[in-house]
T-cell receptor
């Protein structure tokens, strides 16, 4: 059974810092991995999707990498801003399986 | 409007009552999902559907019923609501599993309180 963990559970940084969020999964036979952002009281917004054949994806200040063999993905946020404050979740989809979500990392970017 | 919508956004009901949460998507995505999100448990899959008239249980299906007569709609029914079903419910959709990006998109959620 696929299990997904995220470290750290919470993170507080000053504005302007570059930061890395981590996602680990136990079964490397995945179809894709997706990073989401969730603002308090809101739904999930898709940030980046990495297919199993890809190593990384970029969107603006966000860069996500995938290392299937080690069961890890990282989300890199460059030059963080207070508007980046949210909970970040990763979700993994295996072959013939549904999405499995991590518990999320709660990020606070202080002005 | 294009996208995925849920209704109602907020619902208060009493123990024992039947409640139906609605989900509608305009992308013609094959897959649709219902999740619940609770503090300490994260997102848990209740039911999913691979196509119209095809549904299957997720991790926490007890007490819930789904149907999918049309591709765009995936209602979730609580047959006899219990306090433990107080939660935020999210509907999501994605393309067909075989091929495509399989990116999952979420609705805005329904906050359900069972008194």
């Amino acid at each position: 059974k696929q299990e997904v963990t995220q470290i750290p559970a919470a993170l507080s940084v000053p504005e302007g810092e570059n930061l890395v969020l981590n996602c680990s999964f136990t079964d490397s036979a995945i179809y894709n991995l997706q990073w989401f952002r969730q603002d308090p009281g809101k739904g999930l917004t898709s940030l980046l999707l990495i297919q199993s054949s890809q190593r990384e994806q970029t969107s603006g200040r966000l860069n996500a990498s995938l290392d299937k063999s080690s069961g890890r993905s990282t989300l890199y946020i460059a030059a963080s801003q207070p508007g980046d404050s949210a909970t970040y979740l990763c979700a993994v989809r295996g072959y013939g399986q549904n999405f499995v979500f991590g518990p999320g990392t709660r990020l606070s970017v202080l002005p | 409007d294009a996208g995925i919508t849920q209704s109602p956004r907020y619902k208060i009901t009493e123990t024992g009552r039947q409640v139906t949460l609605m989900c509608h998507q305009t992308w013609s995505h094959s897959y649709m999902f219902w999740y619940r999100q609770d503090l300490g448990h994260g997102l848990r899959l209740i039911y999913y559907s691979a196509a119209a008239d095809i549904t299957d249980k997720g991790e926490v299906p007890d007490g819930y019923v789904v149907s999918r007569s049309k591709t765009e709609n995936f209602p979730l029914t609580l047959e006899s609501a219990t306090r433990s079903q107080t939660s935020v419910y999210f509907c999501a959709s994605s393309e067909s599993y075989a091929g495509g990006r399989n990116e999952q998109f979420f609705g805005p959620g329904t906050r359900l309180t069972v008194l």
